[in-house]
């Protein structure tokens, strides 16, 4: 296995512990919210835990990913060497992503880097949507870009036989993709 294949392997793994985690805590609070009983203490801290240990990160009691965490970026390409530091923070509903040595525009360029003060790119859920905003130019105030991820959802997947609904829609769900013939899925639910 090549160093792209285990790094590929290993962010695949976090991403499914990280998939989970919020599916466990975004039901745990639902029904806090709903004000039925849940064991949402153990559970929450339980799937800390499990965050820290696949990321390799430490997660603060307010949990905030703290910003020396370790997490590095990586150049893909093999003539460069660069590498940048990444320090992640939620706060206000936005998760904030900041790299050493960039900022906005609104923000001092002496401060503490891994505050979530220095963001350049943030994930927020704005009218139901997920999106995610850029700030890829430190002279403007406003993000240069904002991208709504509806797109990205797992029900928008067409399917490989017809193009319809079929991964989301099983009931519909065309022979094709039901028989997985040419085996297009089989091989995905493994990975």
């Given at each position: 296995?090549?160093?792209?294949?285990?790094?590929?392997?290993?962010?695949?793994?976090?991403?499914?512990?990280?998939?989970?985690?919020?599916?466990?805590?975004a039901?745990?609070?639902?029904?806090?919210?709903?004000?039925?009983?849940?064991?949402?203490?153990?559970?929450?801290?339980?799937?800390?835990?499990?965050?820290?240990?696949?990321?390799?990160i430490?997660?603060?009691?307010?949990?905030?990913?703290v910003?020396d965490?370790?997490?590095?970026?990586?150049?893909?390409?093999?003539?460069?060497?660069?590498?940048?530091?990444?320090?992640?923070?939620?706060?206000?509903?936005?998760?904030?992503?900041?790299?050493?040595?960039?900022?906005?525009?609104?923000?001092?360029?002496?401060?503490?880097?891994?505050?979530?003060?220095?963001?350049?790119?943030?994930?927020?859920?704005?009218?139901?949507?997920?999106?995610?905003?850029?700030?890829?130019?430190?002279?403007?105030?406003?993000?240069?870009?904002?991208?709504?991820?509806?797109?990205?959802?797992?029900?928008?997947?067409?399917?490989?036989?017809?193009?319809?609904?079929?991964?989301?829609?099983?009931?519909?769900?065309?022979?094709?993709?039901?028989?997985?013939?040419?085996?297009?899925?089989?091989?995905?639910?493994?990975?």
């Amino acid at each position: 296995m090549t160093e792209n294949e285990e790094l590929r392997e290993r962010v695949r793994h976090e991403i499914k512990a990280l998939e989970q985690a919020y599916r466990d805590l975004a039901w745990m609070a639902r029904r806090y919210a709903a004000g039925r009983h849940t064991h949402a203490p153990d559970t929450v801290k339980r799937h800390i835990e499990n965050v820290e240990k696949v990321c390799g990160i430490k997660v603060e009691p307010d949990h905030t990913i703290v910003e020396d965490a370790g997490i590095i970026l990586v150049d893909q390409h093999p003539e460069y060497e660069t590498r940048r530091k990444i320090g992640i923070t939620e706060d206000n509903n936005l998760v904030s992503v900041e790299f050493d040595g960039y900022n906005n525009c609104g923000t001092c360029d002496s401060a503490e880097f891994g505050k979530g003060q220095r963001t350049i790119a943030g994930f927020e859920v704005w009218e139901g949507e997920l999106r995610c905003l850029v700030w890829a130019d430190i002279n403007k105030e406003d993000p240069t870009h904002v991208i709504c991820l509806d797109g990205a959802k797992v029900t928008a997947r067409l399917c490989e036989y017809c193009g319809g609904s079929c991964p989301s829609d099983h009931d519909n769900a065309c022979d094709g993709f039901i028989g997985d013939i040419d085996n297009l899925y089989g091989g995905k639910d493994e990975q």
